[in-house]
């Protein structure tokens, strides 16, 4: 088989245009936040992604940023007196709750039918 460079040239242009891609969806995740160290502390209940677990536990996902930053200083601060978030959080620095807060707030809400338990 002879490989004459119009047969080569089609699959490289391929090629270069899966590279090209593949790189502006990495840079397009790096916007999104990372995944926080201790999401797992709130996963059981709000599930990853925002999406609640239980019954009683709100949806978090793409509540605004302030809102979620705000309640959970307010149940570290006990200035939301809810013992089950309470022990959840713990004391947490403010740099966790921010990442936390980030991570929520960046998740995509379904649709309430689909989001309640
Ligand atoms: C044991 C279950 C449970 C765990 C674990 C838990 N939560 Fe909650 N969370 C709840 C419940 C129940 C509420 C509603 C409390 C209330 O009435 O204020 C709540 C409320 C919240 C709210 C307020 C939402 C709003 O709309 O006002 C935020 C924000 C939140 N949780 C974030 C977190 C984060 C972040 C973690 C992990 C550090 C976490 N929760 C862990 C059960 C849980």
Known sequence: MVFSPRRIAAPLRCLLAASLAWSMAASVQAAAPAKPARL????????????????????LAGQKLDYLRE????????????????????PMSDADLDELARWYSAQTPLPPTQGNP
């Open 71 to 90: 309640a959970l200083k307010q149940y570290r601060d006990g200035r939301r007196n809810v013992p089950l978030m309470r022990a959840a959080i713990g």
């Open 40 to 59: 797992g502390l709130c996963a059981a209940c709000h599930g990853e992604t925002g999406q609640a677990q239980i019954p009683g536990a709100p949806n």
